[in-house]
């Protein structure tokens, strides 16, 4: 740590501890603490039952769980390929023309989400590229709003990297195709894995531009969180929630792990 004083590190922990507690982890203890309740009259949660959680592992909301992955996984590797796609030919662009790119792809981030449903929804609801209805539409809307991030970490690590490597490896008689796939890809892994895992969280917990676009047989789980809440199944909601950022946690750790044993290669 910068901070050498044992009471300055004591002061940091404590100020970290106040912020942290109330803005983010009593939320999410309130959620399981619901989850686990059959009751809720006073400070605490009465009534311990694991029956929510039964409810929110099988049936529609198995489905709902299998099509929010398919959804998040879909969107993220194609968020991927176009953002990395976007940020190695920015690198042939201008400063203006790299500016101009940049603003493309956070755009979309700029404006609320249902603004880019709304905006996906009046696009490919005429032929020839016709997807109102199904669940294409969906996979299309969380690329749009995902995409940026990956462009951006991409193109954050590409101003970091050494030019020497791919030099190099063009001195040697390499192609420019050979040098991408050996050379510079490589070198991105890390960068690429993080932008995946983090396209996949924000998929995994997209919400109002799913809501005006998603077919009865395609319901990610968040709009299923949001239809129990709304009927007042707080508790089966509770757990369908948790269920939610379990999965997505555990896929994150996993990404995580790829993400170091890259870098250290």
Do not use: K
Request: hydrophobic share 55%.
């Amino acid at each position: 740590m910068l901070v050498h004083s044992r009471r300055a590190r004591w002061a940091l922990w404590a100020g970290f501890l106040v912020l942290f507690v109330p803005l983010f982890a009593l939320p999410l203890l309130v959620v399981l603490g619901a989850s686990l309740a059959t009751h809720w009259s006073g400070v605490l949660p009465s009534g311990p039952t694991l029956d929510h959680y039964r409810a929110a592992t099988r049936g529609e909301a198995l489905g709902a769980l299998t099509t929010s992955l398919v959804t998040a996984v879909t969107a993220s590797l194609l968020a991927l390929t176009t953002g990395t796609w976007a940020a190695l030919a920015g690198t042939a662009l201008g400063r203006r023309g790299r500016r101009v790119l940049d603003a493309l792809f956070v755009l979309p981030v700029a404006v609320p989400s249902v603004v880019v449903g709304l905006a996906v929804l009046v696009a490919f609801s005429q032929p020839p590229l016709l997807l109102n209805g199904t669940r294409w539409i969906v996979v299309a809307a969380h690329t749009v709003l995902v995409t940026a991030f990956a462009h951006q970490s991409v193109s954050a690590a590409l101003d970091r990297l050494d030019p020497a490597y791919a030099q190099a490896a063009a001195s040697l008689g390499a192609r420019p195709g050979y040098v991408l796939r050996r050379v510079v890809l490589p070198l991105l892994l890390p960068s690429l894995t993080a932008a995946t895992g983090l396209c996949f969280a924000l998929s995994m917990g997209e919400l109002s531009a799913t809501m005006m676009l998603y077919p009865p047989d395609w319901t990610p789980l968040p709009v299923l969180v949001h239809a129990a809440t709304d009927r007042g199944s707080l508790f089966t909601g509770s757990a369908v929630a948790v269920v939610l950022m379990a999965t997505t946690l555990l896929v994150l750790s996993a990404v995580s792990r790829i993400r170091t044993r890259a870098s250290y290669r």
